[in-house]
């Protein structure tokens, strides 16, 4: 990894022996590599949240697994939620005391940040729901001024698949200030099609590239060239 210049990788924690997590990042930090866990939202049996104290000595415990191994830093992913991770907030006492998607998962990054912290990570990084793009494409949304109220002080930064100067641009205005590129995936082209969903901008290439109607194949945007 380090010879390919990667100084960061993903990894989900959850089933690694304590022993083996702490040697990987031992050995992996000799050679300037940093682990990253990778905690997904709908990776836990039920959608949690800060209201349930059984909950956050779950979710603890997580961190402190983190930071007793060494980790670089970790993302919390809220990503693609469906079924209950979404209903969530229909449940009156979660409605009360939180009111939108964006507040519960703001609450749930700040948690994060305040378990991890004690053990020094460099680094905290957060994957909205849905990437917050509307079905126009647009990625303007009251979600982000929610979801990321006070990443500033937390150090906190946005992922997000957006990468135009325009959508860059919707993004901050949104809320949005520390952004980060997400490069989430590479997809071979007969997928680009399979997966076309209309003449703008195809979300399976992650907003890198247009699709020509004309039958000329993916056209990238200019801004990415």
Not at 9 to 25: G, S, V
Not at 79 to 100: E, Q, S
């Amino acid at each position: 990894m380090a010879f390919m210049r990667l100084n960061g990788m993903h990894f989900q924690i959850q089933k690694a022996p304590e022993a083996r997590l702490k040697a990987m990042c031992d050995a992996l930090r000799h050679y300037g590599v940093g682990v990253m866990p990778w905690y997904s939202y709908m990776s836990t049996k039920h959608p949690i949240t800060p209201l349930s104290a059984e909950d956050m000595a779950e979710f603890k415990a997580y961190f402190d697994k983190g930071g007793r191994a060494g980790v670089a830093g970790y993302t919390i992913a809220f990503d693609d939620l469906n079924g209950p991770f979404v209903d969530i907030l229909k449940r009156a006492d979660v409605k009360t005391a939180y009111g939108t998607a964006g507040a519960l998962h703001n609450a749930l990054v700040g948690k994060a940040v305040e378990f991890s912290k004690p053990y020094g990570p460099k680094l905290w990084q957060a994957i909205p729901y849905t990437y917050g793009v509307d079905g126009n494409g647009s990625a303007k949304s009251d979600y982000f001024r929610d979801f990321c109220k006070g990443f500033d002080a937390m150090d906190v930064v946005t992922l997000h698949t957006v990468f135009s100067q325009k959508g860059v641009e919707e993004l901050r205005e949104s809320g949005v200030r520390k952004f980060g590129y997400y490069v989430n995936g590479t997809w071979p082209t007969p997928l680009f099609f399979k997966w076309y969903m209309g003449p703008e901008c195809i979300p399976w290439t992650w907003n890198m590239f247009y699709i020509d109607c004309n039958g000329v194949g993916p056209t990238p945007y200019l801004d990415m060239l």
